[in-house]
RNA sequence: GGCGCGUUGGUCAAUCGGCUAAGACGCCUCCCUUUCACGGAGGAAUGACGGGUUCGACUCCCGUACGUGCUACCA
């Protein structure tokens, strides 16, 4: 008996691959390599009438995408496929009915309608929120086979009729684990509901098949959000009933990801609202045909956005706060994880991702950027873009910020801010770069230092100072206030580029 | 409503009874750069509230408030 560890990522593949459930993985993938342990993604599709084409796939992406590869998956295989659920129906039923058999199950017939009447009769009866709780108190009072006599269920058993098998909640116990972050939490079983285990469709809830799963694929640590704290005490009671206690994971439940105005969870909304993306990719919804950005799309390098992510809700409790996916395995514990909830923070997202792209070799941003270049001057020397990323990278948040920053490189530029030179423009200024002009000319080794050499010569000859001129010189080659050195600018761009964007701003003045 | 969980600057957060309460993002000032950015030096800004426990509480306990999650044959 081998206690490696083995954590799993079970998404829903209902949409978009949302921030907290990309964190989700991170942890799981941190935990399990930080513990040479195994990383198993599963796929929950219990839920048939929220089936959506693609999401499965996109899934896989995202996690490629962000280097969070797993060790067993749909795809990939495992000793415990398969590692879809819908295709382990058949698994789940016995284990509804060893429930059943025990004592610890019931059948239920009562139909979603009836349930739907019980529900609105309570809300009308003055007591506004409060709901009607399927549990110890109220079950005899429902069409199910602890209520009914033997032979009325088989009966209807024999008839087919459509019934779900219920957990038979026990009253008054006290229900009580440790979590991970939280320490321990306990909860009154009273309190409760009589959760369905399995569907009238044959399939099995979360509740069951989370349990199931988690048993026979061996998981002995689980991660998932703060939203599943009130349904652990079910889970707990179902790893008991189902004689595997011993065997149970320990369980970590993740604070939530927060909006980051007001309060509350961050959702796809916010993002749309607030201007930032919320999926790590683009998201096609086929069913409404509206794409959604991701972070990948947005120009966010993946190790920013792990890294981002990492120290949204934990830390390594030092300083540094650059970290590689490596470092992050390396350093990575769950207790360090906090228990409250984080809002979300675009400006230091986009921060992370500055210090990345600073810290990244100009090689390895090549492939990266050339995208955004090629779409605007398609025609782009790998040896001239390699130079142009070493000059502008660090001033660039985001991918697309390198066409921003340096399009100048590229294209001749539109000059916006004509009006700045003009103010202190005089005719000793034009002339003296007319003069510069002929001088430039004559350059043969057309380097910036050269450049620079001509230039200083050319202000002494019409008593000038640097700083006279040094701007409306960049405003001609950039077209506006920004921009590495403008004398390695001109190297750049060659010799007879820039004096072409310098006679082109001299006739507009 | 009930139950669970949470609460250190605007935001992310360190602190595991000794605090004159780190650091980062953002903001402001200055330096560097005769541009912008990077980088550097400063600055403003924090323990929800009330009770305990203790020589000493941000740290432990109890209340209160506030926030948030759940309360489906969804995950």
Request: charged share 25%; net charge negative; glycine share 8%.
């Amino acid at each position: 008996m081998s206690n490696k560890v083995r954590v799993r990522f079970a998404p829903s593949p209902t949409g978009g691959l949302h921030l907290g459930g990309v964190r989700t993985v991170l942890y799981n993938y941190l935990f399990a390599r930080h513990h040479g342990g195994e990383f198993v993604l599963r796929i929950e599709d219990t839920d048939q009438t929220r089936f959506v084409e693609g999401a499965e796939e996109y899934i896989y992406k995202c996690l490629e995408w962000c280097g969070l590869e797993p060790d067993e998956s749909t795809k990939k295989g495992g000793p415990y496929a398969p590692y879809r659920q819908s295709e382990r129906k058949h698994l789940y039923y016995q284990y509804a009915q060893q429930l059943v058999d025990k004592g610890y199950a019931y059948y239920a017939f009562d139909t979603p309608e009836e349930l739907e009447r019980r529900r609105s009769e309570m809300a009308k009866d003055g007591h506004a929120g409060t709901n009607f709780q399927y549990d110890a108190t109220t079950r005899r009072q429902m069409r199910n086979s602890l209520s009914l006599s033997t032979a009325e269920v088989l009966e209807l058993l024999d008839k087919n009729t459509p019934y779900v098998i219920r957990i038979k909640v026990p009253f008054g116990q006290t229900v009580t684990f440790t979590d991970m972050i939280r320490g321990e939490i306990t909860f009154d079983t009273s309190l409760v509901d009589d959760k369905v285990l399995l569907k009238a469709d044959g399939m099995p809830t979360y509740h069951l098949a989370v349990v199931v799963d988690d048993y026979l694929m061996k998981i002995t640590h689980a991660f998932r959000g703060e939203e599943w704290l009130p349904s652990a005490p079910v889970h707990l009671l179902l790893w008991k009933y189902l004689g595997w206690e011993a065997d149970m994971p320990q369980w970590a439940h993740l604070p939530l990801i927060l909006k980051p105005d007001g309060n509350g969870k961050l959702s796809k909304r916010d993002g749309d609202r607030l201007g930032f993306p919320v999926f790590a990719m683009d998201w096609n919804d086929p069913k409404t045909g509206e794409t959604t950005r991701g972070f990948k799309e947005i120009g966010f390098l993946p190790e920013a956005f792990v890294n981002m992510l990492a120290m949204l809700g934990w830390n390594p409790g030092k300083e540094q706060e650059l970290f590689s996916l490596s470092e992050l395995v390396q350093y990575f514990s769950i207790e360090r994880v906090h228990k409250g909830g984080a809002k979300f923070d675009y400006e230091k997202a986009k921060w992370y991702n500055q210090q990345h792209i600073h810290h990244s070799s100009d090689e390895k941003l090549l492939p990266l950027v050339k995208p955004y270049i090629v779409a605007h001057a398609p025609a782009v020397d790998d040896t001239y873009l390699l130079k142009v990323i070493g000059l502008v990278k660090e001033r660039c948040g985001l991918l697309p910020d390198f066409w921003e920053q340096g399009h100048f490189f590229f294209e001749t530029p539109e000059i916006k801010e004509l009006d700045a030179i003009k103010a202190k423009w005089d005719d000793n200024k034009r002339s003296f770069f007319n003069s510069w002009k002929e001088n430039l000319s004559s350059v043969s080794d057309w380097e910036h230092t050269t450049i620079e050499q001509t230039f200083t010569d050319s202000l002494q000859q019409h008593g000038l100072k640097k700083g006279d001129i040094m701007l409306p010189l960049r405003i001609m080659l950039v077209g506006g206030k920004y921009g590495p050195g403008v004398f390695v600018i001109a190297e750049m761009i060659g010799k007879e580029e820039t004096l072409k964007r310098i006679q082109n701003a001299l006739s507009l003045l």
